[in-house]
């Protein structure tokens, strides 16, 4: 397989991925079939969609082949069948979005080296177009965006570490490699994993001499204003 062809393959099964996270965090909502496949094309093309808007890269990438288009429609509407006989854990949908999380990040950093741009630059759409998709899906399904929430895992950071990584290896190396790409990718999803399995998280701000509550203890106290 060549280079052109595998990064090829790894931009659908992005999308193939991607989409089936966005429909299946439908569950609950009382979407119709047509919000659901609306979900999972959002969440799926979204990111590609913004990176492409930023770069100038027109037409968008699944304007110049609908089989990105297709693709999308299809994984939703096979997740939409398959949730109404098989149950699936919550974990199913981390994994999802974790998997679509590393290869969005590095193709998305990799478009903009093409394109050009300067290697910050670069990092930047690699994690824009990784998280991009998952925060209109949180949207409009009335969730706060993982990236934003305080308590969350790290998210956002381990597309920054997958995509500066592919960066800056890519600077040194003579010619494209989708044995970087894989490495990249795979340190993307391990940060991911390990950080859902850890707990692991940023450090949050604090002011001096203020008592930080625990999520329990700032729940009660929405409640209290309320």
């Not at 190396?173 to 707990?199: K, N």
């Not at 940023?202 to 001499?209: D, K, W, Y």
Request: proline share 4%; glycine share 10%.
């Amino acid at each position: 397989m060549s280079y052109v062809d595998f990064v090829y393959f790894a931009d659908l099964a992005g999308v193939a991925v991607f989409a089936t996270s966005g429909a299946l965090a439908a569950q609950g909502k009382r979407l119709d079939i047509f919000g659901v496949v609306i979900l999972g094309i959002v969440t799926a093309l979204g990111g590609g969609t913004l990176r492409d808007i930023v770069l100038d890269a027109h037409p968008l990438l699944w304007i110049a082949n609908p089989l990105y288009l297709w693709v999308a429609i299809l994984s939703s509407v096979a997740a939409f069948i398959l949730s109404r006989y098989t149950r699936y854990p919550r974990r199913m949908l981390l994994l999802l979005d974790a998997l679509g999380l590393s290869l969005f990040a590095i193709l998305g950093a990799q478009k903009a080296m093409a394109f050009g741009m300067p290697d910050t630059i670069a990092v930047v759409m690699g994690m824009v177009t990784g998280v991009a998709g998952g925060m209109i899906r949180d949207i409009l399904t009335g969730q706060v965006p993982l990236i934003l929430q305080w308590n969350g895992e790290m998210y956002a950071s381990c597309a920054l570490a997958g995509a500066l990584t592919y960066v800056m290896f890519s600077g040194i190396m003579a010619e494209p490699s989708y044995w970087l790409d894989l490495s990249a990718m795979t340190i993307v999803f391990v940060v991911r994993m390990a950080a859902l399995v850890a707990g692991l998280r940023l450090p949050e701000f604090i002011v001096a001499g203020h008592k930080l509550e625990s999520p329990e203890e700032a729940r009660n106290l929405e409640k209290k204003d309320s």
